[in-house]
């Protein structure tokens, strides 16, 4: 999923904790990527902002009086204050840094409250031009407000409640019965918005979790459960950038099964799947923290491990033929036995990049073999 580079901080007040839940078994990087969508659609936000601004100084200037003017003055520093902070958190995203969160989504929350407040003023003033205004802004608020915020479906339906509900209460103290209806329609009109963004949500939980899952396919293995060759390429290419800007080196071991065939042609491909399952599990057994391992061909694996120096290479390298080439019980009359040779290439040492590490370790592979198998050769520099 595209996080567009900026990581949003997950609030830490239980109540906007509260407020964000998705209510569901969300995983950890989805909850992280719905709550970077309540600071995107900008337009949606600035158009917000602008209409709830405008309204708010038209019925103000219709109307000077200690109400209007507080709702005006209430607007101005909850809209000055949320793009202020929209405008941090954003700059705070892409540079890796915390992001105030819980501050956003408190001043969101005044944002409606400021809206509500606006409509039930308007419509007790008795001036039904101002209510007309105020109501359709508040309305059309709310479309925005579902749209922009259904990654918190339980915030979208408390600033609903907040941007509408007091047109109900308003109702009471117009000395209109008629508009008794609405305290009808505006339950109703906040329980079916409220029921939209719950839905919106579960269909966009259910995307990102296919595309996890999509994604997760494309880069694994489907027999070992290993990264294949295209999960290897971009943990290759990050290692790379990663060498390149001086933070880390790191090993390729190159890995290849000696006598696999034999094993494949004698006992039948079931059985080879089996062994290489068995390979596979011996290499992450072995496999160091932060390790990465991958099978990228039949019988071929790579390594990648945070290592810059030659000998601890090396010294992993044997280790690993030594565990390869133990005895497997395959469920045949005898344990089947093979070997391995690993090819080792450093980076940035041997390599400016992946394609260029990777004939590395397979030409090192290619020395392994040819010295007799069952060994591990380093690549020349």
């Known amino acids: 999923m595209n996080l567009n580079d900026r990581i949003y901080s997950l609030p830490r007040w239980p109540v906007t904790q509260w407020l964000v839940n998705p209510g569901r078994d969300v995983p950890a990087d989805i909850r992280v990527a719905l709550i970077g969508g ?6 949606i936000f600035f ?27 209430l607007e101005l520093l909850v809209c000055l204050s949320r793009i202020k902070v929209l405008v941090a958190a954003r700059q705070a995203a892409l540079a890796g840094q915390a992001t105030p969160t819980d ?8 944002w409606a409250s400021s809206v509500g407040y606006g409509t039930f003023i308007s419509l007790t003033s008795g001036d039904w031009i101002a209510a007309t205004v105020a109501c359709l802004s508040a309305a059309s608020m709310v479309g925005g407000i579902c749209v ?10 408390v600033m609903v409640a907040l941007s509408v509900g007091p047109c109900a209460m308003a109702a009471l103290f117009t000395q209109e019965p008629i508009f008794w209806l609405v305290l009808v329609q505006v ?35 489907s027999l070992t459960g290993l990264l294949n060759r295209h999960g290897l390429l971009q943990a290759l290419d990050q290692a790379v950038a990663n060498a390149q800007s001086g933070r880390m080196e790191f090993a390729v071991l190159y890995l290849d099964l000696d006598g696999f065939k034999a094993v494949n042609d004698t006992y039948g491909h079931a059985t080879g799947d089996a062994l290489l399952k068995q390979v596979s599990e011996r290499l992450l057994a072995l496999m160091p923290q932060g390790a990465v391992a991958a099978r990228i061909g039949g019988d071929e694996f790579v390594l990648l491990v945070c290592q810059s120096a030659q000998a601890e290479a090396q010294a992993f390298g044997d280790q690993i033929v030594q565990s390869i080439s133990q005895p497997y019980d395959l469920k045949q009359e005898t344990p089947v036995s093979i070997g391995g040779s690993v090819g080792i290439a450093l ?12 004939h590395a370790a397979d030409r090192a592979l290619y020395l392994a073999k040819s010295a007799g198998k069952r060994r591990t050769m380093v690549a020349q520099a």
């Open 103 to 110: 501050l956003y989504v408190v001043l969101a929350l005044l």
């Open 148 to 157: 922009r915020n259904f990654g918190a479906p339980r915030m979208s339906a």
């Open 347 to 358: 980076i940035p040492h041997h390599g400016a990049d992946t394609a260029a590490v990777l």
């Open 38 to 43: 309540l600071f995107g659609s900008l337009p």
């Open 47 to 73: 158009g917000g902002i602008i209409n709830t601004l405008l309204v708010a100084a038209l019925i103000t200037f219709r109307h000077p009086e200690p109400l209007f003017l507080l709702w005006l003055g």
């Open 187 to 221: 339950p109703l009109y906040m329980t079916s918005m409220s029921m939209a963004s719950y839905r919106l949500n579960g269909m966009l939980v259910s995307t990102m979790l296919a595309e996890r899952e999509n994604e997760r396919h494309a880069r694994q293995d």
